[in-house]
């Protein structure tokens, strides 16, 4: 995609196209990564659905050799999921926050 700049010098009009066209396909790359990243349908692997659950890649497998990770499909060696699965076992686990780790109830909480 070459550019007629004159306010770039004949002698340097080559590099500027260059790195023009590098600056081009930079942003079409970044842009085609942000929309497939945004799109809800898309799987996500291990290391992805880890990070969005902030654990470990480690972790993640561990709980899926002890069966306690969120749903998953498994394409061939692959382990994928859903945004939807990850949601669902993030509200699965969700804690009241008005209820101490031992049962008890937390009074400062409930302004006691």
Known sequence: MPMDNTIVPE?????FNEAIE???????TTVREE????????LKDKEQAAAYLGI????????ITEGTA?????LGSRVLFKQEWLDHFVEQ????NLTAPDGQVNHHEKGA
Not at 35 to 42: E, H, K, S
Not at 70 to 74: C, D, G, H, M, V
Not at 93 to 96: F, G, L
Request: net charge positive; glycine share 2%.
């Open 11 to 15: 002698h340097l009009q080559s590099l």
């Open 56 to 63: 470990r890649p480690c972790t993640l497998s561990k709980w």
């Open 22 to 28: 590098v600056l081009h396909e930079k942003l079409i």
């Open 35 to 42: 929309l497939a990243t945004n799109t809800g349908d898309r």
């Open 70 to 74: 969120p749903k998953y499909s498994k």
């Open 93 to 96: 686990h969700a804690v009241d």
